[in-house]
């Protein structure tokens, strides 16, 4: 089956520790996102990657990075850096139908 | 004024009603737009595109109003596994990268 996996589904981490979010796809898209999504708020834009080696800053990178070394990966790592890490965080692929989504792991950071 | 906005409800609706609700985007050259479902606590599923012609898939109608800037979804005959908080997204550069609304929350109540 085709499709975005992510893991872990729930992870709980102390403040001041580096984490990272598995995000793979087998669906063979170039494009693939990371979104931070808060309690009854929509999605936000962390990081996008358009092509293998290449990414850009969305609107909200600060305390973020992320690493693009193969097409099927692109992993997102929350630094300690990030003030306020507690949220669900989503990754996305797409071609010009739409985006598809992973179905996101939920980070709680205390 | 936000790039695209949405009423965030919730819309209240009895079951087998029809409801609409509307998304309105700021950017005239924005070329693609889609609707998106999403359950509490999962990740936003691609309910459909929105083309220029509008676009029916079975009880979900979608429109799309160039010279208002905003887009439409009707969904008739509701039903109680239709709530849900219903997502819309623009593309308005030439990649895929897309800016969201913060959604519409809708409850189909028996």
């Known amino acids: 089956d085709g499709g975005i996996t992510q893991s872990p589904k729930y992870l709980f981490r102390k403040e001041g520790q580096n984490v990272t979010l598995s995000c793979e796809q087998n669906?063979?898209?170039?494009?693939m996102y990371w979104y931070r999504q808060d309690p009854g708020q929509g999605l936000r834009l962390i990081y996008y990657?358009?092509?293998?080696?290449?990414?850009q800053k969305g609107d909200i990178a600060e305390g973020y990075s992320v690493s693009r070394e193969k097409k099927e990966s692109f992993p997102l790592t929350v630094t300690s850096a990030q003030k306020n890490p507690t949220a669900f965080y989503l990754c996305a692929s797409s071609t010009a139908d739409g985006q598809y989504f992973g179905p996101g792991t939920r980070l709680t950071v205390t | 004024r936000k790039e695209v906005e949405q009423d965030p409800g919730p819309f209240n609706v009895p079951e087998g009603a029809t409801v609409a609700f509307n998304c309105t985007y700021s950017?005239?050259?924005?070329?693609?737009f889609f609707w998106y479902r999403q359950d509490c606590r999962k990740e936003p599923k691609l309910l459909m595109s929105?083309?220029?012609?509008?676009n029916e898939d079975g009880r979900f109608t979608a429109q799309l109003n160039r010279a208002s800037q905003y887009i439409s979804l009707l969904i008739r005959d509701s039903k109680l596994s239709d709530s849900a908080t219903y997502l819309c997204a623009v593309n308005m550069n030439s990649n895929y990268q897309l800016i969201w609304g913060a959604g519409t929350k809708l409850i189909i109540k028996p």
């Open positions: 929105v083309y220029s012609s509008g």
């Open positions: 669906l063979n898209h170039d494009a």
């Open positions: 990657s358009q092509i293998v080696n290449d990414f």
């Open positions: 950017n005239s050259a924005s070329q693609s």
